[in-house]
């Protein structure tokens, strides 16, 4: 089991940048496919950016050219740089982690068994 912990959410202007970072437990994180996922209020939850465990990367539509997912297997973390930012990027960010996935489904909250707690970020206009 892997525990995931989120930070780097804050309140930006808009057209302003955040970094996000998720640190995960456990020895395996190199073997782990990670995804952003972020929920505003009376929404749904809808990915963001994934990177599997062989280093690809996929994007929302919405976020595409803006962020930029990547990863550092010896930090055990997952990064999620936010650049021009807007007020509908405004949400909770949760990081999401799935052990040996070979599937193409990197968009689906359903593929992911592990998740954590959520950062906010808010961005002003």
């Known amino acids: 089991q892997v525990q995931l912990v989120e930070s780097g959410g804050g309140l930006v202007q808009a057209g302003g940048s955040l970094r996000l970072s998720c640190a995960a437990s456990g020895r395996t994180f190199s073997s782990y496919t990670m995804g952003w996922f972020r929920q505003a209020p009376g929404k749904e939850r809808e990915f963001v950016a994934a990177?599997?465990?062989?280093?690809?990367?996929y994007y929302a539509d919405s976020v595409k050219g803006r962020f930029t997912i990547s990863r550092d297997n010896a930090k055990n973390t997952v990064y999620l740089q936010m650049n021009s930012l807007k007020p509908e990027d405004t949400a909770v960010y949760y990081c999401a982690a799935v052990q040996y996935y070979s599937g193409g489904y990197y968009q689906g909250g359903d593929t992911y068994d592990y998740w954590g707690q959520g950062t906010q970020v808010t961005v002003s206009s």
């Open positions: 990177i599997s465990w062989s280093g690809g990367t």
